[in-house]
């Protein structure tokens, strides 16, 4: 037995805008339907849109549903979500919004709102003459021949709903849900974007950590001893070319060096200050920094 919330039960035994939408001659208004689903795998939906086509906006919406007590409450709840709005807002709404305005749907049912969410963008995708019943990204090598579901399929909605386990998977797309044959490839998938989100995550703390280092105020004598730690780092590559560097002053942004043995008379001490040394100082103590030979 399923745990419905009230609302979920409320829609199912009295479903909103249920039916089909008739087109007609009125001016600057059209009509249009998105399917998705198959009535083999259990589950198929038609959304009917009434579009005010100068404010490309949503009149009215209907639908039509094969499937159980979830795909019904669920395209009820999509239909009343999305009037009024214009096909922008609407493509914005996920199937995680559906969920939410029915006060949740159970795991195994999360599928339903998956599915208003595709018809919606089927719908709105056909009125614009786009020719492709599903997300581009979809494409791809089919993984669950059952339910005709490929792997980057699979990809998106793992990440869009961070999904973290195979049955997850399965009660949102039916992927790997039939005979089984693809609950390892949908394990890589998982375990692949839990992996590039560690990778990001730590991408995005090192960067964070490089900001703040730079932008936060220093004081003066830590302002000295950074720059003094950048010099001492680049001073081994001056030696070998038998020249050298040391720190005179630090005023203000300016700091101010002293070139020494091959790099005093050398015509490229102007590009040694910037390229080894200046721009060094500006990653890794202050961006607003400029160095001077004295």
Not at 68 to 86: D, F, N, P, R
Not at 137 to 161: M, P, Q, W
Not at 218 to 223: C, D
Request: proline letters at 1%; aromatic letters at 4%.
């Amino acid at each position: 037995m399923w745990d419905y919330t009230d609302k979920v039960l409320d829609l199912f035994y009295n479903p909103k805008n249920q039916g089909a939408i008739e087109v007609t001659e009125e001016t600057d208004i059209a009509v249009v339907f998105g399917e998705i689903g198959s009535i083999a795998c259990g589950d198929a939906l038609r959304l009917h849109l009434k579009i005010d086509v100068p404010k490309d906006q949503i009149l009215d919406a209907r639908f039509q549903t094969f499937g159980c007590t979830s795909a019904i409450a669920s395209s009820s709840a999509l239909t009343e979500m999305i009037k009024g709005l214009t096909l922008d807002e609407a493509l914005k709404v996920s199937n995680k919004d559906i969920a939410d305005y029915l006060g949740g749907l159970p795991e195994a049912k999360m599928h339903c709102s998956v599915m208003g969410q595709e018809a919606l963008e089927a719908a709105i995708y056909k009125y614009r003459g786009i020719e492709i019943e599903h997300h581009e990204e979809d494409e791809g090598a089919l993984l669950c021949t059952c339910f005709g579901v490929s792997d980057n399929r699979v990809r998106r909605i793992v990440i869009e709903n961070n999904l973290t386990t195979v049955e997850e998977v399965t009660n949102y797309i039916k992927a790997g849900g039939s005979c089984g044959s693809c609950l390892a490839g949908i394990e890589d998938i998982i375990a692949a974007v839990e992996k590039d989100k560690e990778a990001t995550t730590a991408r995005v703390e090192a960067e964070l950590t490089r900001i703040q280092q730079t932008s936060r105020k220093l004081t003066t004598v830590q302002k000295i001893t950074k720059i003094q730690e950048i010099l001492d780092e680049v001073r081994p590559m001056l030696m070998a070319d038998g020249g050298d560097v040391e720190l005179f002053d630090v005023d203000g942004d300016i700091v101010k060096v002293i070139l020494k043995g091959a790099c005093s008379s050398c015509s490229g001490s102007t590009a040694t200050l910037k390229d080894a040394i200046e721009v060094r100082l500006r990653d890794h103590v202050l961006s607003t920094l400029s160095v001077e030979a004295v």
